[in-house]
């Protein structure tokens, strides 16, 4: 009894240790903040910190290698760019096409204050003036009057 429990607790401690082997190892809080920084590249909207996705252990492992070889945040970011593209960057770089794209939302807004100031310049003020010839509108009161008796006649 005592060896077949012993057994089944050796068993599964080795069924356990693949598990506890691909767990995170502790990272320093350096690439904790370059984990962050990085989109998982599977994982919409997360970074790399966040994502429980394989590839982001894989990578959150690779950021703390770099680091303890004494690389620095931007040239692990670099690292990463190279395989994936700019898009892995939670933050895109301030520098040509995307610097554009931080001044967008900005462009857009003095755009559609000017194009507002230009539709509310070209309205009038106020209520416009209409002149009435008093003759006329005699003459419309009467023929209004007119068409109203024959209205109720029928």
Not at 32 to 39: D, G
Not at 126 to 143: A, M
Request: a negative charge; one cysteine or more; aromatic letters at 6%.
């Amino acid at each position: 009894m005592k060896r077949s429990l012993s057994v089944a607790v050796a068993l599964l401690l080795l069924l356990l240790l693949p598990l506890a082997a691909s767990a995170d190892e502790p990272l320093s809080p350096e690439a904790l903040k370059i984990a962050n920084s990085l989109n998982c590249p599977v994982c919409s909207g997360e970074s790399v910190r966040d994502s429980q996705a394989s590839i982001a252990v894989e990578m959150r492992q690779v950021i703390q290698q770099k680091l303890d070889q004494g690389q620095s945040p931007d040239e692990i970011q670099q690292y990463f760019v190279e395989r994936y593209g700019v898009s892995i960057l939670r933050e895109p770089p301030k520098q040509g096409f995307y610097h554009t794209l931080w001044w967008m939302p900005v462009a857009g807004l003095a755009l559609g204050a000017i194009i507002l100031a230009l539709f509310l310049g070209n309205r009038p003020a106020g209520e416009p003036e209409v002149s009435v010839d008093p003759d006329e509108l005699r003459r419309l009161e009467e023929q209004l009057g007119q068409e109203l008796l024959t209205d109720q006649g029928m």
